[in-house]
């Protein structure tokens, strides 16, 4: 069995979404449907676009839930619905024990998607996150095991600025419901 792992960004741009699907397909039409297991923790972006392209392949999806309240966190449209529709799809669901989400959450969920995978696939620009639970952090975790690590960036592909919210004075008011985190699994 091919059981493949997958941490991005996910504040992929809308015209990357084509070249890292075709790229992610091309990867994972490697391995015998059969055998093709994809590890993923449902974020928008990166692991969204593993997880249909895992079952448009015809093989099976495992979720990483980084905590109960993971999905209460997410903004409603297009990426929550992703979220529902995978998660449905799925034919495992794994939820870290944690009532929230947060950094030991992901940090938790990438140390299960870790060691159960055979590879993990980055979709990733290679920038610093170094953030505990992002993207660096995942893959710098998985050289430091001896796990392969296929990193994808095609041509095309680039991340959208995070949106920043408003400023007032010396005070940012920020919202406590993130899903725009530009590292996430």
Request: aromatic share 4%; charged share 20%; hydrophobic share 45%.
């Amino acid at each position: 069995m091919a059981t493949i792992a997958v941490t991005g960004h996910a504040n992929l741009t809308g015209a990357s979404v084509a070249p890292v699907e075709e790229a992610l397909r091309a990867l994972l039409a490697r391995y015998p449907t059969a055998e093709l297991t994809g590890m993923s923790c449902l974020a928008p972006g990166a692991d969204t676009v593993f997880g249909n392209a895992v079952l448009a392949l015809g093989g099976r999806l495992v979720a990483v839930l980084p905590s109960d309240d993971y999905r209460a966190r997410m903004r409603e449209g297009p990426d929550a619905v992703a979220f529902d529709r995978l998660l449905e799809a799925a034919a495992e669901v794994e939820v870290m024990p944690y009532r929230r989400a947060g950094t030991d959450a992901y940090a938790a969920a990438n140390r299960l998607l870790l060691g159960r995978a055979e590879l993990l696939v980055a979709v990733w620009d290679g920038g610093a996150g170094g953030r505990q639970g992002g993207t660096g952090h995942a893959v710098a975790a998985a050289r430091a095991r001896g796990l392969p690590v296929e990193v994808l960036w095609p041509p095309g592909a680039a991340r959208q600025d995070p949106v920043r919210p408003a400023t007032r004075g010396k005070h940012r008011r920020s919202s406590p419901i993130r899903s725009d985190r530009s590292d996430t699994l």
